[in-house]
């Protein structure tokens, strides 16, 4: 099973890559709430890993974390000039997929 799941993933990377200048990658949010909004995001959290995000590039305070490896995700997003913004909010539909080892 293993095999089947790497094969996949080459499979989409090849295909994402011969699409690059065709028809770049772009993220699909939720189509029941296609804004993305916050707006009505309401609860208190017990979780003390934090990062400060910067007011220019996220409309949050904060981002809750669940690993190191997110808080350096959002000091290096937060630098990349190809980065308009970004929220981690859970429940939005947006995940950054990655393997653990590779």
């Known amino acids: 099973m293993a095999h089947a799941g790497m094969a996949c993933e ?3 990377a ?3 890559r011969s699409l690059e200048d065709k028809s770049p990658i772009q993220a699909i949010l939720d189509p029941y709430n296609p804004a993305g909004s916050t707006m009505h995001v309401n ?3 017990s979780r003390s890993l934090r990062w400060k995000t910067a007011p220019g590039k996220c409309h949050v305070n ?3 974390l669940d690993s190191d490896w ?3 995700f959002c000091r290096v997003i937060e630098g990349h000039p190809g980065v308009i ?3 981690k909010n859970h429940g939005l539909g947006f ?3 990655y ?3 590779t």
């Open 10 to 12: 080459r499979i989409t």
């Open 14 to 16: 090849a295909i994402t």
């Open 43 to 45: 609860f208190n959290i």
């Open 62 to 64: 904060c981002c809750i």
């Open 70 to 72: 997110e808080a350096g």
């Open 85 to 87: 913004s970004y929220v």
């Open 95 to 97: 995940d950054v997929q």
């Open 99 to 101: 393997r653990s080892g």
